[in-house]
């Protein structure tokens, strides 16, 4: 009995003990309940709300730059890092054994650096060595795998690319049963290559903000039209959970069309690589416009890599200042004339080779006895332009930059370009040494010169004294539909009248045609005639003019009605200016005439109309009567040149002379025969004669020829 007792009591100590500790372990969870909601709860609902008002930002995709034809200069490419985790619990040893040897051929087809076998034991070798490996300490303190997620190439994937490997056997099966996925990375590229690389400029990541921006040229300058405007995602609370979710969509940047012509860019590049090679510069930049619009069609920028030899696209030494040389002539000329020191351009002034004013000696080694203005510019004489410039601003020098300043000179051309300068004149006093500075200033020293804004002034001579814009941003576009046309606008509706800017004109002309003029040895041309000016300038070194150059040519062309003006600056070439700078733009010139883009095109209508032209084009039409339509239509009900139709067989090798060449090889093929041609044109020929007979895959040699 008392056995019984013991044994009752040591139940109920023992349901007691649980009992407490139950009751223990509820009054904890009912504290923490009330701490939770009530102690605690503007704590834990500001966590809440956080959760839910956090957001994180949408990077937007980049805008494209467009050439001024709509092809694309620099456009955001989205590449593929093809990849597979393992550790996919739905990857069946015996499904990635059957389809390993499939898979494997396929790779081996697509990346020839491995043999399927070898793409066999590498990809066998590497998921054993995950597999087996030990799991890490993982920076939040947790273990977990290394190299989860398998590399399956080097090299990243285009879409297209990944487009086909995602289809290879094993990688084509869900992704739960294979593992396989992709890490998606925006890149930036350029489609041409180095081809005008500078202007366009590049992109990268922001330090602060992780996000991509401008770094150079274009894309730095027009970023914020570029770039868009970033999006806003948040977590939204649902039945079940929470998720993400785009709360502000993210805003695509414009795309931006520029000015830049892709043909034009190519002659350009090409024509400055050439010279930079044959005269051993240091580097040299150009720039075409385009008269009436102030359109930037082409600009390069090539410096010397000392460590390869080779030139690439470098500083965008276009809107740099430099001191300019005799270029600077002209636009000193341009004041003179628009202050009516100068009226008539063929009255004579004394000019000589040596000058003493102001306590100093200016030298001219292009100098006379006297010198005409015209004469002044031709044989580009110091002491010519400096006696003109004093004539009015001896006695106030800063009152030739107040002038040029009223000329909108010093303005800045927000042209789309990154790191533009305006120009720089040195400060001048009414003193000896500030009156000495105004000669330099009048023919190139003392003075910092973007080449770009030396070639907007040359552009207002040719424009009739229009003083256009020059830019390089033509259109802005959203999702192909245009947003803005950015208008051609004027830093002066004139800068110099109509007639003053004729007279430059024809002193421009003497500098390349004249029987004195610096640049008539190198610059003439029997296609296009060409008006310009050349200009040289010796680099300060410690604080002393060197032997080191800078030689400029600018100009336009054609000279009677001129549609485009472009200047050359080359550093340190072993040839003059005229020889070097001169020779690029004028072989510029010459191969834009020779496609065409000069006005020099074949007036194929008027050429039709007029009996009187005897050596008019002999034009060809297609067998096709349509196409004969159309050529006899558009060419004013002018007859070109037909062929007789090719006689029709009934058999045999079809007849297929006087057929174009497109027409001959799709009846021949049709036929079964195999085409082989040489010369251009119409068929003249054929190797087996119409009607003969033949075999399915035989060859056939045709002669083509023009007339």
Known sequence: MATKQNNKRHILARYAIVVGIMLLFSVTIVWDLFKTTVVYADEWNRKADKVLTDTTPIPPERGKLLADNGTVLSANLRYYVPRID????????????????????????FDTTMTATQWR?????????????????????KKGRKNRAYKLFSKMLTHNEFERVRNFPFLNLPRNKNGFYSEKHDRRIKPYGNMAARSIGNVGEDTLSSEIHGRSGLEMALDSLLYGQPGISKNIQLTNGIVRAESVPAVKGYDITTTINIQLQDIVENELYDMCVKTGAEWGTCVLMEVATGEIKAISNLDLNKQTGDYVEGVNHAVLGYEPGSVIKTISMMVALEDGIVDNIDAPISTGTLWSYAGCTV??????????????????????????????????????????????FFEPFHSGIAGENIPWYQNVEIKNGGRVTLTRQAYGYGARIPPLCTLAMYNAIANDGKYVRPHLVKKLSREGEPDSIIPVTYIREQVCSPENARKLRIMLHDVVWGSHGTARKWVQDDKVEIAGKTGTAFDVVKGQYGGQKRLAFCGFFPYDKPKYSCIVLLRNANMGAGASSGVVLKNIARKMYAIGLLGNAPDYRAAAKDESLKNYPTLYASMNDQAYANIDHFLGGSKPHRYARPTAVSKGVPNVVGLNIREAIKTLEDAGLSVVFTGSGMVTGQSLSAGSSYSRGQSINLTLRNY
């Open 86 to 109: 393992w550790f996919t619990d739905g990857i069946k040893e015996e499904t990635l054994m059957k389809e390993i040897g499939a898979l494997c051929d396929s790779l081996a087809a």
């Open 363 to 408: 030298k001219d080694e292009h100098g006379g006895a006297t010198r005409t203005p015209r004469q002044i510019i031709e044989t580009s004489s110091n002491i010519g332009m400096a006696k003109l410039i004093v004539q009015k601003y001896g006695a106030n020098p800063q009152g030739f930059h107040d002038r040029l300043r009223e000329m909108g």
């Open 121 to 141: 034991q590498k990809i066998l070798q590497d998921r054993k060595a995950i597999l087996d490996a030990p799991k890490t300490i993982q920076a939040n303190g």
